[in-house]
C-alpha cells in the first residue's frame, strides 16, 4: 500500500523566483517511481517530472527538479524562474515498481498544493 | 499528436438520474484509466483497461458505475443512479504501455449532482 502526503494546501511566488512543493510518502515497496504532475486550470493534467527510486541523482526538467530524500520519503518539487504559466494545482504521486523498473499497480496521488505565481 | 478526448466537457443532473461520459484516448494507446478527482483531493482510479479488457476495478463502485471499451479504443464510463457524493471531475487517461504510468490526460468532465 502506498500513500502520498502534500502538506502545503496553497504555496505563491513572484514571478521569476523560486519556490519548492513539499511531498512525503509511504510505501511497502522495495522499488518504486515518484511523480510530480501539473493541472492548470483548464483542467488538463500534464506529467512534469518521474524519479526512480533506485536512482540516486535527482531528475531535473529545465527549471523543475527534484530533492529526492529516500530515508526520509520525501519528494519534494522545486521550480526555478518561476513564470504565471506555472500557476496550477500540483500532485505527488507514487507507483511501484519491480527490481527491473516495471512498473505496475495504480498511481496514488497526494492531496495537491495550489500554485500561484503573481506578477 | 491529438490528446485525449473526453466529451461533455460539463453535466449537470439531479440525483438518482443517469449519466454518461466519453473518452477516447490517444491513438495506439492500449492502456486506458477513467479516475474520479473530487474536489481538494487528488484523482482516484476507478478502472483501468488494457485494450478491451479490465485491469483493475477495484476502487469501482459497481452498483452504480459501469464502464466499457468494447473494441479496446474509445471508453464510457456510466453512473446510475447518480448520488449528490458522485459530484466530482471524471478524468480520462491513457498510456502506451499497462505499466501504470499516466502520462496523458484528458481535459476531465465536470460532473455536478443536484
Known amino acids: 500500500a502506498q500513500t502520498v502526503t502534500q502538506s502545503q494546501p496553497e504555496m505563491s511566488v513572484q514571478e521569476a523566483e523560486t519556490v519548492t512543493l513539499s511531498c512525503t510518502y509511504d510505501?511497502?515497496?522495495?522499488?518504486?517511481?515518484l511523480f510530480w504532475y501539473k493541472q492548470p486550470p483548464s483542467r488538463q493534467m500534464i506529467l512534469v517530472i518521474r524519479?526512480?527510486?533506485?536512482?540516486?541523482q535527482n531528475a531535473t526538467e529545465n527549471r523543475f527538479s527534484v530533492n529526492f530524500q529516500k530515508a526520509a520519503k520525501s519528494f519534494s518539487l522545486k521550480i526555478s524562474d518561476s513564470q504565471l504559466g506555472d500557476t496550477a494545482m500540483y500532485f505527488c504521486a507514487s507507483l511501484g515498481a519491480d527490481a527491473g523498473g516495471t512498473s505496475y499497480g495504480k498511481l496514488t496521488f497526494g492531496q495537491g498544493t495550489i500554485l500561484t505565481v503573481h506578477p | 499528436e491529438a490528446g485525449v478526448a473526453q466529451s461533455p466537457r460539463y453535466k449537470i443532473i439531479e440525483k438518482r438520474q443517469s449519466v454518461a461520459f466519453w473518452c477516447n484516448p490517444i491513438s495506439g494507446h492500449a492502456t486506458l484509466y477513467w479516475y474520479q478527482q473530487i474536489l481538494g483531493q487528488g484523482p482516484k482510479l476507478l478502472i483501468q483497461f488494457q485494450n478491451n479488457g479490465v485491469v483493475d476495478d477495484s476502487q469501482l463502485p459497481k452498483d452504480r458505475f459501469s464502464a466499457e471499451r468494447l473494441k479496446g479504443v474509445d471508453s464510457t464510463l456510466k453512473i446510475q443512479p447518480a448520488k449528490l457524493e458522485d459530484s466530482a471531475v471524471y478524468l480520462c487517461?491513457?498510456?502506451?504501455?499497462?505499466?501504470?504510468?499516466?502520462?496523458?490526460f484528458g481535459p476531465g468532465t465536470r460532473l455536478t449532482v443536484l
Open positions: 487517461a491513457s498510456s502506451l504501455e499497462p505499466s501504470g504510468q499516466v502520462k496523458f
Open positions: 510505501t511497502s515497496e522495495n522499488n518504486y517511481y
Open positions: 524519479q526512480e527510486a533506485y536512482k540516486q
